[in-house]
């Protein structure tokens, strides 16, 4: 009987740690190989609907500040056309030449030597670099400048001096009160390339000026015997 007794037990035993064995593999199995790629399918799909979320949203919030879908292109289609009409796509002096002497006669000024400086190609455009002297009094040198800037054409105003003052009135103005006044006329991207530059004491409002103004006139492509600013980089 004992050792009947005794061989029981020692089966039960082996019985039990073997299942446990077996149960224990499964639940490995189990995991590795089917709850571990639901979970990883869980997290692509819980990613995917936050991204359809968030194009949602943003068609909901477009469709919210627009509400006039009719309207909004025929805005966009003429920011388009008036873009367009700004962007060069030929180089044309003559034309740019014109329209320095039709805002000059617009504004009163007096238009004097032009003088160009070395063309440089750069990201696919052409900078070609004018210098042009104008006479005239303060307000009416400011409104040239402005338009300028505002030009047809892909025109930038790169700076702009006064010099040689001939004093019309009386009241005189420091040269801090004038940078400040040129500050305020000048508004936008030309205000920040002002550089007055005096050369006699105190400057006069309505002084009669000559101010040299520095533009750029960009045209598409590279044109010949233009070098570009990588092949020669500023020092």
Known sequence: MKLASISFKSNGYVWLVGTTVICL?????????????????????????????SKVATVERFAAEHPDKERYL?????????????????????????????????????????????SVFNNGWTENRLVLKVLGDYSDLMEFARRLDAGPRF????????????????????????????????SGKASSLVKPV????LLNKESLLVMNVYLMVASEGRLPDVQSEQDHPAK
């Open 155 to 186: 025109m930038a105003v790169r700076a702009v001096e006064f010099h040689d003052r001939v004093v019309l009135g009386q009241k005189f103005w420091g040269q801090k009160e004038i940078e400040q006044l040129v500050e305020k006329e000048l």
């Open 198 to 201: 005096i050369e006699r004491g």
């Open 25 to 53: 593999a499964s639940v490995v199995l189990f995991y590795n190989f089917i709850l571990t790629k639901q979970l990883a399918k869980k997290g692509q799909a819980v990613g995917q609907l936050c991204l359809v979320n």
């Open 74 to 118: 025929q805005d966009l289609n003429a920011e388009v056309i008036r873009v367009n009409k700004l962007l060069p796509d030929r180089l044309n002096m003559g034309e740019t030449v014109a329209f320095l002497e039709d805002t000059a006669k617009v504004t009163g000024v007096v238009c004097g030597a032009i003088t160009t400086e070395k």
